[in-house]
Nanobody
Framework: QLQLVESGGGLVQPGGSLRLSCAPSGSTLDYYAIGWFRQAPGKEREGVSCISSSGGSTNYADSVKGRFTISRDNTKNTVYLQMNSLKPEDTAVYYC??????????????WGQGTQVTVSS
């Protein structure tokens, strides 16, 4: 069963940047699309971005377009989310999860434990 681990969260000032990483525990990401999601306190989890298994296709939520970039390095078995121009409203726990394709359902059990991103002065 594919299980993912996120890292790279932290506290950053508005306008700052962070890079999140998503890597598998004991498996390979090669065959999976990977999605980033976030959940702010009191809000539902929302999709942020997704990248296909080949890396050739990506998509973004309107709220992060132009500021966030998703990428993957299959040689390092890692997917990244580069977050620039961060805003207080980006504050949330960020999760990654696997899918067979970006428009498909999240694979059960693939959710990571999440990494906290806090944007505050």
């Amino acid at each position: 069963q594919l299980q993912l681990v996120e890292s790279g969260g932290g506290l950053v000032q508005p306008g700052g940047s962070l890079r999140l990483s998503c890597a598998p525990s004991g498996s390979t990401l090669d065959y999976y699309a990977i999605g980033w999601f976030r959940q702010a306190p009191g809000k539902e989890r929302e999709g942020v971005s997704c990248i296909s298994s080949s890396g050739g296709s990506t998509n973004y939520a309107d709220s992060v377009k132009g500021r966030f970039t998703i990428s993957r390095d299959n040689t390092k078995n890692t997917v990244y989310l580069q977050m620039n121009s961060l805003k207080p409203e980006d504050t949330a726990v960020y999760y990654c999860a696997a899918r067979y394709y970006c428009s498909g359902p999240v694979l059960p059990g693939s959710w990571g434990q999440g990494t906290q991103v806090t944007v505050s002065s």
